[in-house]
């Protein structure tokens, strides 16, 4: 698998699946959440309503990952999962590495190939880049998947910075 960073914008990638930093509502929200609701349109906020109607009534646990179409952008799902926030949880780098694994599970299950991550959980759930960016390229590392391409797609400079230095200490 080729694990790479790209400083950019996450509704922009041409990939087979983009994962989304939910919340448990599955309602929409700011952060990467608003941007891929606002781009891909009304389809998205429609699929997730039904999976809050069917599977998730309560909402989709921190650490789970669920698909949905992408609507309007260039790829063909969006991947919702649900970051720990950094204050509340003990075993938020537990939570925070499932994010990526559940996600390459559910890439998996679609057929997905290649796959564009943002830095979950280090935006409004505050947690801190330098320890998200290791949690999340050794997730991707140590996961067995049919996924051959993960993107992760960070909006700016600092982070982007973070993912490529942790990038290279898992090579
Ligand atoms: N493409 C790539 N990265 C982006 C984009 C984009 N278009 N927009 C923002 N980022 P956050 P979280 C970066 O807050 O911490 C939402 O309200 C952003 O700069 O989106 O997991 C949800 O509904 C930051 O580096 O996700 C939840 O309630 C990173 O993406 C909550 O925020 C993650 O920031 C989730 O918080």
Known sequence: MRITAVQGDITEQDVDAVVNAANSALLGGGGVDGAIHRRGGADILEACKKLRAGDYPDGLPVGQAVATTAGKLPARWVIHTVGPTYAASEDRSELLA???????KVADTLGARTLAFP???TGVYRYPLDEAADIAVRAVHDTATDVDVVRFVLFDNGSYEAFNTAIRRHE
């Open 98 to 104: 499932s994010c990526f694994r559940e996600s390459l």
């Open 119 to 121: 830095a979950i959980s």
